[in-house]
């Protein structure tokens, strides 16, 4: 149905210029569309680079949107692509005390059953990383906000889609 609301993940290859971020979310923000996760990073094609995004709306606005943000001169090609048709992560880090490490046996065993590991330890505190889904690094917190969380950071969403993108060779017939 184009008027149920849906979780899109949008994918934006593009040209790397300044203000382009700015001109993107101004086309979200001029629809009263929140963002739910933003990332950018390199991609495949050396010199491109892309952005992964997420919101929560209708079939027909993200078509809207789609042609918006292909109107932007630098923008090579937009995709938006369902659940069902990615395969996606996302990366957390925790800082914990240090004694909670050696005086909590539980928080080992939390680290271990959500297959997270442990990047650095010190004196004064631990750092654990983790990959996966939104849903595996709520639960994570959860277990370890119990004990107290001194820093949290999460990524945004990175995807791969199921299917082969064909943004690789649309690139290679505009060169020639």
């Known amino acids: ?7 899109f993940t949008v994918s934006i290859y593009t ?5 382009l971020l700015n001109r993107i979310s101004a086309i979200f923000q001029r629809r009263h569309i929140n963002i739910e996760s933003l990332n950018t990073s390199p991609s495949e094609i050396e010199g491109v680079s892309r952005f992964t995004i997420v919101v929560n ?18 923008v090579i090609k937009a995709y938006y692509h369902t659940e069902e048709e990615i395969i996606y992560q996302q990366s957390c880090i925790f800082k914990m005390k240090s004694n909670l490490l050696f005086d909590e046996r539980q928080i080992q065993n939390i680290i271990k059953e959500s297959n997270a590991r442990i990047v650095t330890v010190n004196r004064n505190f631990f750092v654990i990383e983790k990959s996966g889904r939104k849903e595996e690094i709520d639960l994570l917190h959860r277990e370890l906000s119990v004990f ?17 993108m064909k943004i690789s060779t649309m690139l290679l017939a505009l060169e020639h």
Do not use: L, P
């Open 57 to 74: 709306i209708t079939e027909s606005q993200m078509k809207k949107i789609q042609g918006q943000i292909e109107k932007q001169v630098e």
């Open 148 to 164: 107290g969380i001194m820093q949290f950071t999460r990524s945004g969403r990175i995807a791969v889609t199921k299917d082969e």
């Open 1 to 7: 149905m184009e008027n149920e609301i849906k979780q």
């Open 15 to 19: 040209e790397n210029n300044i203000g």
